[in-house]
Nanobody, 121 residues
Framework: QVQLVESGGGLAQPGGSLRLSCAAS????????VTWARQVPGKGLEWVSA????????YYTGAAKGRFTIYRENAKNTVYLEMNSLKPEDTGMYYC??????????????WGKGTQVTMSS
């Protein structure tokens, strides 16, 4: 079955960096777009970044643009989110989500359990 396992979260300081990883299994990873989304307590799930199956299309929210980079290694069935210049508002549970197709414009049908990112004060 489809599995998405996130890792790389932790405690970081403002201005610091983290690299999140999402290891996928149970499906042909290279055929599907992937999104990183974030859940903050008291708020809904929000997109952070997404990448199409062939890496030709990427998406970033305004808050992530210029600071985060999404990339994938299809040969390793893994997608990454490189986060730099971290800010307190980056705190949240980060989820990796598989899209229905190779396009980021289609919805998602699977997600992992998440990895927590916490910014120290």
């Amino acid at each position: 079955q489809v599995q998405l396992v996130e890792s790389g979260g932790g405690l970081a300081q403002p201005g610091g960096s983290l690299r999140l990883s999402c290891a996928a299994s149970g499906f042909t990873f290279g055929n599907y777009a992937v999104t990183w989304a974030r859940q903050v307590p008291g708020k809904g799930l929000e997109w952070v970044s997404a990448v199409s199956s062939d890496v030709r299309v990427t998406y970033y929210t305004g808050a992530a643009k210029g600071r985060f980079t999404i990339y994938r290694e299809n040969a390793k069935n893994t997608v990454y989110l490189e986060m730099n210049s971290l800010k307190p508002e980056d705190t949240g549970m980060y989820y990796c989500e598989k899209h229905l197709t190779n396009s980021i414009e289609r919805g998602m049908d699977s997600w992992g359990k998440g990895t927590q990112v916490t910014m120290s004060s």
